[in-house]
């Protein structure tokens, strides 16, 4: 992780959840983490897997000069991209893994900003439905943020998080064709653990 937002966020999360893979949403408090909440973002994983925002801080709305609450995450990125990131986030929720992902954005006409975008599971203890909680980190807030809406985040790069202090790159054509098959094998309600082609992030715990 590049962005100190990032790794704040990840360490809180990580603490959280102890030796369980994942804390549960309403251990989450936001005014413990009150300093993040403007590139902070939570989201639903909903049935149509639309993955609508249920909570987007001031800079993530500033993006798209628009309040994100309620709207796919999904919209965010072209359309040819929009149903891998969708397996992407299934996959953080099935794996019960969080992933880290660099994309750059810009405005019409504009200059590529890149952004660091962390995906962290919640668990769904008496809830109906799962969440992720994440964050947007720019590399430096540029002057048009707020007044001009980006056209679309563009996927450079993911990346697992897992259990020692390495990063090694993904390959992102074979990630997504693993995380595809997660997705369609949880929709058959079998359960997917393929992982073997992915290469990881570590820096969190083990899970006993």
Known sequence: MRH????????????LRGRRAAPERAEVDLAAI????ADMFMLEIDAAHRFPFVLSGTRVNALACVEQNSRSFLDLWP??????????????????????????????????LDVEILF???GRHRQARARILGLIAPSTPPS?????????LKLQSLHMIDDAMTQREFDVRTLFRTALASAQARQRDTPARNVRHLRV???GRKIS
């Open 4 to 15: 100190k937002a990032s790794l704040e966020l990840f360490q809180y999360w990580n603490a």
């Open 34 to 37: 009150r300093g993040l909440i």
């Open 79 to 112: 359309a040819h991209e929009a149903r891998n990131i969708g397996a992407m986030l299934l996959t953080v929720m099935d794996a019960s893994r969080p992933m880290l992902a660099t994309a750059t954005a810009a405005p019409a006409s504009g200059t590529d």
């Open 120 to 122: 962290l599971p919640l």
């Open 144 to 152: 048009w943020l707020g007044l001009r809406p980006i056209e679309n």
């Open 201 to 203: 992030i570590e820096g």
